[in-house]
């Protein structure tokens, strides 16, 4: 069985602040998927990023930038410099390497960024 | 750049009533997903399709069916409806195969049921 855990429920912060969303997977497959997923207001889901199993290569778009380990089955998200704009339900995701490709998701964590 | 789209987009229906979502992938994706997120939740896998054959079921109830047409798009019909089915449902498509294994979202249809 495959599980996604998202522990952070509500994060609230201030623009310009730095956020971490934290994101804690499990699965037997040797080789999966992990995807985060934004969620704004608006309700459609919005792609950020994908990782493959074999590779833990840390990423950096712009200021959002992802820490992938899998010692910790671990794949954070941070936000750096935080913007209103940024308000959103993250999703934290997961595809087993099998045949069947249906994304597990976590329950999702509310970013609230203040003015 | 073609996107999945999916219709109506917002739906009201009574209890006990029929309901029918539709899907288009993008252009040339052979499979479609269809997943269900009620208020609050984290979106539940439903069902899946490959080549107009279903790949996969997850937790859909026994009241909701679901095909691929010989076009690719999907429908997926939901009969004797009831207060919990309210929810935004959402269309996936993939090429499968595709080295990137990601799946793009429809804007979703936001089902209510009274």
């Known amino acids: 069985a495959q599980k996604v855990t998202q522990a952070q429920t509500e994060i609230s912060v201030v623009e310009k602040e730095d956020v971490t969303l934290d994101c804690v997977y499990e699965?037997?497959?040797?080789?999966?998927?992990l995807f985060w997923y934004k969620q704004p207001p608006s309700g459609e889901l919005v792609f950020l990023i994908r990782?493959?199993?074999?590779?833990?290569q840390n990423e950096i778009s712009g200021r959002y930038s992802w820490n992938f380990q899998k010692s910790t089955s671990s794949f954070n998200f941070t936000i750096t410099a935080s913007q209103v704009v940024d308000s959103a339900v993250y999703f934290c995701?997961?595809?087993?390497?099998?045949?069947?490709?249906?994304?597990?998701f976590g329950k999702g964590t509310l970013l609230t960024v203040n003015p | 750049a073609a996107g999945v789209i999916q219709s109506p987009r917002h739906l009201i229906k009574e209890k006990r009533e029929t309901a029918t979502l539709k899907c288009y992938p993008i252009?040339?994706?052979?499979?479609v997903y269809w997943y269900q997120q009620g208020p609050g939740q984290d979106p539940q896998f439903l069902i899946s399709?490959?080549?107009?054959?279903?790949?996969d079921k997850g937790s859909i109830p026994d009241r909701f069916s679901a095909q691929q047409f010989s076009d690719y798009h999907s429908e997926l019909n939901m009969s004797s409806l009831e207060l919990g089915d309210s929810a935004l449902y959402f269309c996936?498509?993939?090429?499968?195969?595709?080295?990137?294994?990601?799946?793009?979202f429809g804007p979703g249809t936001r089902l209510t049921v009274t």
């Open positions: 252009p040339r994706h052979d499979t």
């Open positions: 699965t037997r497959d040797t080789t999966y998927y």
């Open positions: 995701a997961l595809m087993g390497g099998g045949s069947n490709y249906k994304l597990t």
């Open positions: 996936a498509s993939s090429l499968e195969g595709q080295i990137s294994y990601e799946q793009y």
């Open positions: 399709f490959y080549e107009k054959m279903q790949s």
């Open positions: 990782r493959n199993s074999f590779d833990e």
